[in-house]
């Protein structure tokens, strides 16, 4: 599996397009990029997946790099309860190994 | 609705008391797992299912034991739970199909052994 690596933590101002980066130069052909998110002490939240094409749906969007090395993970218009933890996980098998995540707070 | 049931929520129990915490998915799904989340480790994996009858060990097994007897239920079971074992418990399940994948995480367990 992929190594992932996150920033530790990012500020996004409410109403703003919050954009969390993720390198994972290790990623290989068959290794989907998976986006989770954690808000306090609850289970964590499946965001989105791709494999090398973008992909969006009614929480966020992910853009993956042509050299699939690095993605972003974008929540259009960030609001309060979008504060939680997002984990970014390269893999291309269950189950789920979870590094430390970025813990991002949206600010009123 | 699509869920995953963990119970209980909370739990306090006194050491060497074996326990069992319930998992339970109503998605068909093939895939299961138990994590464990302690402040400043993460999110770290004790057991996880492929399906029926098929489990494997993840990062964190010892003391655990698991059961996969039917696809829709996944039992953790503590047999002499000790101090250590105090933590925030998280099942979780998915298809197998990697266009439909995506954990679906329960709620949590707070287990408190004292």
């Known amino acids: 599996d992929a190594k992932t690596t996150q920033p530790p933590s990012m500020d996004c101002a409410e109403g703003r397009a919050a954009n969390l980066p993720c390198n994972h130069s290790t990623i290989s052909g068959n290794e989907y990029v998976y986006w989770y998110r954690q808000i306090h002490s609850q289970g964590p939240q499946y965001i989105i997946h791709g494999l090398k094409n973008n992909e969006t749906n009614e929480m966020a969007s992910l853009i993956i790099t042509e050299d699939r090395k690095s993605s972003t993970l974008i929540l259009p218009h960030a609001t309060l309860r979008d504060t939680a933890v997002y984990y970014c996980?390269?893999?291309?098998?269950?189950?789920?190994?979870f590094g430390k995540g970025t813990r991002l707070s949206v600010i009123a | 609705e699509a869920q995953v049931t963990q119970n209980p929520r909370y739990l306090i129990t006194v050491t060497g008391k074996k326990l069992t915490v319930t998992c339970s998915q109503n998605m068909n799904h093939e895939y299961m797992s138990w994590y464990r989340q302690d402040p400043g480790l993460g999110l770290r994996q004790i057991y996880y299912s492929m399906n029926v009858e098929v489990t494997d060990k993840g990062d964190v097994p010892e003391g655990y034991k698991v059961s996969r007897k039917e696809k829709r239920n996944f039992p953790l079971i503590l047999e002499s739970p000790s101090p250590n074992q105090t933590s925030l418990y998280f099942c979780?399940?998915?298809?197998?199909?990697?266009?439909?994948?995506?954990?679906?995480f329960g709620s949590g367990t707070r287990l408190t052994v004292v």
């Open positions: 996980i390269a893999q291309s098998n269950t189950p789920l190994v």
């Open positions: 979780a399940s998915s298809s197998r199909d990697p266009r439909l994948f995506g954990y679906t």
